[in-house]
Structure formats: C-alpha cells, structure tokens
C-alpha cells in the first residue's frame, strides 16, 4: 500500500503545482475542493463534504499551514483508497490538469498521447523525493528500453558525452524535460513517428501496465473445442485474452496463483506448438504460431508462477527497486568518503595551526627582542627631534602671525569697500521706490476712474431695461389707447436712443480710462522691476541694509472689484458732478 501510496503522490504533486495561486502566493481554497472532489471520483472514494468544508474553513490560512492540503489528502483521500479503481483513468485526470501548463508548445516527434505515456513512466522511475526528478541512470535504463522496443542499436558513447554536457547544478530532468528529450528524437535518429510510438507504447505496457508478455495465439474453447485466434495479455497474477490488441472486447480471464503449472504438448489434430496451462478449476490448451513463441510462453508463465510463489514484485519493479537501493548504498557510500575526507582535511588543519602557533610564538619572541632595541634607539632619536621641532614650531607660529595680520588688513579694505558701494546703492534704491510710489498713484487714479465708469454703464443698463420693460407692458393694452402709447413710445425710443449715446460716450471714456490704466500699469511693472533688481543687489551684500518701504499715508477704500482707485474726497467730487448731470437731465 505505501508503494501504490507513492505514486498516487506523484501524479496528484504535478496536479497540484499546475494549479493557479492567488496574490499571496497561494492556492485557492476553490481550486483544491475541486482536485479533491476528481480525486475522489477517479479513485472510487466517498466523498465527503462536510470534512472538506470543516478542514478548509475560512479562519485557516491555506495549503502552507499546519492544517494545508496534504493532512487532508492522507487523512480523507489516500487512506481509504481500495485499489480497486482505473490507474490510466486517474493518471489521465492529473495529466489533463498539468499538461497545459507545463508542456512545450514546440513540435515534437511524439503525439499527446505518447507524451501522456512518457508522463506516466517518468513518475514510476523517478526518485520518492520533491520536486520530481529523474536521474541519469534512469535515463539511461528508459532510452535503452525504447532502444530495444525499436530495435536500435544502442549509442553508449553519445549518451556519455550527453551525461558530460549535463547541468551540474540539477540532480536530473523533471517530467516535461524528459519528454521534450524523446521528442526531440536525440536517440532515436532514423526511426520513423509510428517506431517510436510503438516503443514508448510497448514500454508503458511493461513497466505501467504490468504487462510481462502479448501476443496472438490460438486458443480451444472448452464447449465447442474450436480453435479461434484470440490476443493474450500475462500481468502477474492473471492471462487475459481479447478479440485483438485494442483490447476493446475481452473474451476472458485465466487466473494465476502458486498452484498453477504449464506443460508442453505434442502436436496433434493438425495443430502445433501446443501447450497447456493447468489452473485449480480449468485447463486451458492454447498453439503458439512458432516453437520460439511456444517456449517463450512457458518460460514467462512458469517465471510469473515461481514469482507468485515466492511473494515477489514484478520484475521491472524489483529491477528498479535494487537499482534505487544501489543508488542509496553508492550515496551512503560517497557521503562515508566525503565525511572521512572532512575528518582528514580537519586534522590537518588542527595540525597546520599548531604548527602556525608555535612559528608564530618563535617571531612574537624576536620581534619583542628587536623592538625593545628599537624603541631605546628611538628614545635618543626623538630627545634630538625634540628640540629641533620646537625650534621649527616657533618660527611656523611667527610666520603664521604675520599672515593673520595682512589678511586683516586685506579684509578690513574690502569691508569698506563694501560699505560704500552699499551707500551708493541705498541711495539709488530710495529714488527707485520714489518712481514706484508715484507709479501707485497714478493707478489707484486710474483705477477710481473705471470704478465710476463702470458705476454708470450700470445704472445706464438699469434704466434701459426698465424702460423697455414699461415698453412691453404698453404694447399689452387695449386698442383704443395705442395712439396715445404710440406717441409715448416715440418719445420713449428718443430717450432709448439719447441713453444709448451716453451709452457709447461712457464706453469711449471707459476705453480711454483702460488705456491710461494700461500705462500706469506698465510703468507701475517697470518701477517694480527696477525695485527688485536692487533688492537683489542688496540681499548678495550679505543683508548689512534693511529696506525700509514707505507705506500708505491716505485709507484704502474696497470696492467689489479690490482696492479702490480714487480717495473719499475724489469721490464725493464725481458724486456731486453726477448729481448736477442727472437734474439737468
């Protein structure tokens, strides 16, 4: 059970890997209670939901956990399964679910189906550990195979030298590099599509199938004592024959065990290369086609009944159970030798630092000799330096002195120097905020002046639209009286139009006021300009002057437009120009 165990792992490890992970680098919860679900349909085990749920609950944190998918696959899954369930139908589901993923798009020489096969082999020959590998030798023990299913000759050489080009860093190829290997047709140059299918066909019978030997032969009913020809397949504990080799329609079963025996039979009835197969409750007589055939037969039958009666495996699987065991005795082997060297490598470097210890006292022993010489000649050597560095020392200070002092002087005149040039731009700064202060006031004028403009292009507006409000409402009378409104709507529209000229006069005067403000403007930026030019000169001075800036001598009114542009007095003045305007109107 733990070897059929095993290989189930193997086929569910490639479904598992092919699944999608999410952001955190996980599995969905949905996808493994889906690969469960088909595993429990494909391998005949009930299925059972409420555990599924119980186990991926939405507290847990996933397949990486303590309680992740492979507790729940051993626990649910792989410890009820009976044995009795189609193994090409559960390696096919997990194929089904990897292949897209993992296999080349590039053209192969082998079909899908072949790949499949290929697949399934590499499971039963690769190593029990994870990720999934194949080694060399179990490279080597496959490509023989097929090398002799298609009856090729076998090229060592060109395998040694693919062995030497082999990455060092991988222990072997995994699945999908092993198809593309035998795919590629490597080593198995100058056979045909349909020889290499055959062969990988005939191999995964062998070593997946169980199949130990097939072929046609003739077989005698037990009713009717006709010959009829029929396809036999032996497997370890059982004959099967079929109508033919697609194996679509079974005929029949003959059952082996310990107490089964074969023997050979004269020819008789015109029929040869008879033989007989004695089971507990049935004969069978069956002819093979040749003598060679005949005694091929009853070499594997007798071969399967002495394994049946020793309890053994078949024999490519105790082939490849002594070639693992080999495989772990040569490690065991490699890693004892490796760890003897460790050992050896380690004493000698005990004693390479022994020796390093002692050669390095012997030195630290001269050396403090040679040192204590040392240090007294040094003694006597700086009592002489001594005075001479103080010597030295004296005249380095009295010329450093001097350089101080002349330094001084240098910067004493440049500070001056500074400071006159500072004067100079202070005064030429003063008559620069004097052209911005006058700039100001011409647009403060300006401004006032288009505030006003601006006041009665309004009232203006507001007149007209009350006049031709009262317009509409005259037009909206009887009949008898529209002469008369007649009339006043003649008068009415003479006004409109005396309005409408001291419409444009306003707007003229607007425009030129706009004008004057565009030039005040201007010059109001040029003084600005000139202002901040020598605020700039005098902040690179290091800051010695602070600007002191006039400010406003008379109160700012604010109009909804900002600041206004006229004082009160100016105001009141327009205001009683108006005045008289509109009485005179």
């Not at 699987?317 to 005795?329: M, T």
């Not at 001075?541 to 206004?564: C, D, F, Q, V, Y």
Request: glycine share 4%; charged share 35%; hydrophobic share 35%.
């Amino acid at each position: 059970m733990g070897g059929l165990k095993e290989e189930l792992l193997k086929a569910i490890w490639h479904a598992f890997t092919a699944l999608d992970l999410d952001r955190s680098g996980k599995v969905s919860k949905s996808q493994l209670k889906v690969l469960s679900h088909n595993l429990c349909t494909v391998l005949k085990v009930p299925h059972d939901p409420v555990a599924l749920e119980e186990h991926f609950r939405d507290d847990d944190e996933g397949p990486v956990s303590n309680q992740g998918y492979m507790p729940y696959l051993n626990k649910f899954i792989l410890e009820k399964v009976q044995g009795n369930f189609d193994k090409i139908e559960f390696n096919r589901m997990c194929w089904t679910l990897c292949v897209k993923k993992n296999l080349n798009k590039s053209p192969l020489l082998i079909s899908e189906e072949d790949s499949f096969k290929v697949w399934v082999i590499f499971n039963f020959l690769s190593e029990d550990k994870y990720p999934l590998i194949i080694v060399p030798e179990e490279i080597e023990y496959l490509l023989k195979k097929l090398n002799e299913a298609m009856g090729g000759v076998w090229q060592q050489e060109e395998f040694e030298h693919y062995k030497i080009n082999f990455d060092a860093t991988r222990d072997g190829l995994s699945a999908w590099e092993l198809i593309e290997l035998i795919g590629s047709g490597q080593f198995s140059k100058g056979m045909d599509r349909q020889t290499v299918s055959m062969a990988i066909n005939e191999v995964f019978n062998e070593l997946i199938l169980d199949v130990l030997k097939q072929g046609y032969m003739m077989k005698k009913g037990h009713r009717r004592k006709n010959w009829t020809e029929r396809w036999f397949v032996l497997k370890p504990n059982i004959i099967s024959y079929y109508v033919s080799e697609d194996l679509k329609d079974k005929k029949g079963d003959i059952i082996l065990d310990d107490s089964c025996c074969v023997e050979s039979l004269p020819d008789k009835d015109g029929k040869k290369c008879l033989f007989l197969i004695k089971c507990l409750d049935k004969t069978f007589e069956i002819s093979a086609s040749d003598k060679k055939k005949k005694q091929e037969w009853i070499q594997a039958i007798h071969s399967t009944v002495n394994l049946l009666k020793l309890g053994s495996p078949p024999p490519h699987k105790e082939a490849r159970q002594k070639r693992k065991e080999l495989r772990k005795k040569m490690l065991a082997e490699q890693e004892e030798l490796e760890r003897q060297m460790k050992e050896l490598q380690v004493a000698n470097e005990n004693k390479q630092q022994e020796l390093e210890q002692v050669r390095k006292k012997l030195e630290e022993a001269a050396s403090r000799a040679a040192e204590e010489e040392k240090k007294r000649l040094q003694t006597q050597v700086e009592l002489q330096d001594r005075f001479s560095l103080e010597l030295e020392r004296e005249k380095l200070i009295r010329q450093q002195m001097e350089q101080q002092v002349a330094q001084k002087s240098s910067e004493l005149e440049q500070y001056l120097q500074r400071v006159r040039e500072l004067e100079d731009m202070y005064l030429q700064l003063q008559e620069a905020l004097e052209d911005e202060k006058q700039a100001r006031q011409d647009e403060e004028t300006v401004r006032r002046l288009q505030a006003r403009l601006l006041e009665e292009e309004s009232s203006k507006r507001a007149e007209l639209e009350q006049w031709h409000m009262e317009q509409q409402q005259t037009l909206q009378t009887t009949e008898a009286e529209k002469q008369e409104l007649e009339n006043q709507r003649m008068l009415k529209e003479r006004a409109l139009q005396e309005a409408m000229a001291q419409l444009e006069q306003l707007e003229l005067e607007r425009k030129q006021a706009l004008e004057q403000y565009e030039g005040v403007k201007k010059k109001l930026e040029m003084a600005a300009s000139k202002t901040r030019s020598w605020k700039d000169k005098v902040a690179q001075h290091e800051g010695l002057i602070r600007l002191i800036e006039p400010g406003s001598k008379n109160p700012h009114l604010i109009t909804n437009w900002g600041p206004a542009a006229f004082t009160q007095a100016e105001l009141e003045e327009r205001q009683k120009s108006w005045k008289g305007k509109k009485s005179t109107e």
